[in-house]
Each structure stands twice: as C-alpha cells, then as structure tokens.
C-alpha cells in the first residue's frame, strides 16, 4: 500500500514510519499543505491527513484527483463535511487508537482483492 502522510511534527512522522514499515507500507511524509500537494501527482492509495484545517487541503485535493482516498485523523469529527468529500473521506476522531487506522487502511474489498477503505 502506497501512502502520503501529512504530517507536521517530526517524531510523529517517525512513529508513523516506524508502524508503517512494518506492515511493509510504502509511506512518504509532507510537512506541510503544500508538500502534500506537490506529492500528490504520484498515485497513491491513500493521502492521511493530520489535523487538517476545515476541510481546506481536502478540497483542494479533490480538485487535482476527485477520486483520491482520504484518511483524516481529526481531534473532532466534523460533520459540515462538503458532500463532494464524503464519498472518499474517512475521519478517525483523535486521540485513536493506532490498530484503528491500520485496520481502516486494510480494510479487504472482496470484489477486487485490493486493500483499502471506502
């Protein structure tokens, strides 16, 4: 699974990265809106995005790759989510627990065999 984490801080980016490389994820870090941004052009299976403000980077996201996959790990789900976001985005209220977002990425379509949320 290929991802791009948005991330500020720098030891939870390592904790991430410590956690993902040993579920053999291939993760690469933004540490800020627009490094994600800029990373997004690389086709990844989910953009998880770290106390995201109003829905702005998600927005934006939407209009470079509407179908992108979503994982927002929010202090405080947000339920005046655009409509246009609802169908690929994924909140996780914080603090969670960190099997709660491996299991929402490894979630098994049965229809196709490929891992992830919807």
């Known amino acids: 699974m290929k991802l791009l984490v948005l991330e500020q801080n720098g030891l939870v980016s390592k904790i991430y990265k410590k956690i993902f490389d040993e579920k053999n994820y291939n993760a690469d870090y933004a540490r800020n809106d627009s490094e994600c941004l800029e990373g ?17 980077i998600e927005q934006n996201i ?8 979503i994982l927002s790990l929010s202090k405080y789900i947000n339920s005046d989510c655009p409509p246009e ?14 099997l709660t977002m491996i299991g929402s990425l490894e979630l098994e379509d049965k229809s196709t065999g490929l891992l992830f949320k919807t």
Do not use: C, H, M, W
């Open 62 to 69: 939407r209009k470079i790759k509407p179908d992108q996959k």
């Open 85 to 98: 976001l609802k169908e690929t985005q994924e909140l996780i209220e914080k603090p969670f627990a960190i």
């Open 40 to 56: 997004i052009s690389r086709n990844y299976d989910y953009i998880v995005l770290e106390g995201s403000n109003s829905g702005t």
